[in-house]
């Protein structure tokens, strides 16, 4: 992983242990919703665009999958959509399991078996619920922004010992499990020896799919980087 256009070492992002990933992500889109929290030459996202979608699919793949806790698979091919529907899963409570979009179809469906996870329910913000969701496409102006921000509550102390992250460790049946702690724990501790600072862009070298891509791609959204991940949509790392 290589930090490019470094602004200097931040303070230690503490509240990541806090609060959560997502709640810390939310934090960085509140003051600054505009920055770029993911960009390409085809797409990019901001954060306040990233916080409000990831928290109202979150909401979603809730209402879809009540009543079970399995983890819910994500295709993770690097894409802007692919990144929100990670921040969802996580903000849903369910515990993710992040595909590799270089696997073949077959290979995809018994690396979902494998970890007992299912297809995240394909889902989006329903804008009938508000009749006013767009301002010329500023989220963080429009009602949906304060909705998407507040509507999943705070976290509690037994949310911290759930499963965040399900993935196939060595060999074709191993199976790792980390808890939201330990994954805030990774994420905040990369964010400092890393150096990351809001408005660095973090060109991220590891796939998304995998869990130190997965780490790094999270410690550079808490500290307010700009992202760059490989996958469809991203260019290749420098």
């Not at 903000?91 to 995240?120: I, Q, W």
Request: with cysteine; proline share 7%; glycine share 10%.
């Amino acid at each position: 992983m290589t930090v490019l256009h470094s602004r200097g070492v931040p303070d230690a992002p503490s509240s990541v242990l806090e609060s959560g990933v997502v709640a810390a992500i939310d934090a960085v889109a509140r003051r600054n919703p505009s920055s770029l929290a993911l960009v390409s030459p085809s797409e990019s996202i901001s954060y306040g665009e990233l916080a409000v979608a990831g928290r109202n699919r979150g909401a979603a793949l809730r209402r879809a999958h009540a009543g079970d806790r399995v983890p819910l698979a994500v295709l993770a091919d690097g894409s802007v959509d692919a990144v929100t529907s990670v921040l969802a899963v996580l903000a849903s409570g369910h515990p993710l399991f992040a595909v590799d979009a270089e696997l073949p179809d077959v290979l995809r469906a018994h690396a979902s078996a494998a970890v007992g996870a299912v297809p995240a329910a394909s889902v989006t913000f329903d804008a009938r619920r508000d009749a006013v969701v767009h301002h010329d496409g500023v989220w963080w102006e429009s009602p949906a922004w304060d909705q998407g921000l507040t509507e999943a509550g705070r976290p509690t102390a037994l949310d911290a010992w759930r499963p965040a992250l399900v993935a196939l460790g060595p060999g074709a049946t191993g199976r790792v499990t980390v808890t939201h702690e330990e994954l805030a724990a990774s994420v905040s501790d990369l964010a400092v020896r890393a150096g990351l600072a809001p408005g660095t862009l973090f060109d991220l070298s590891h796939p998304s799919a995998s869990v130190a891509g997965l780490v790094g791609l999270l410690a550079g959204l808490v500290a307010g980087c700009t992202v760059s991940a490989p996958g469809r949509g991203f260019p290749a790392s420098v």
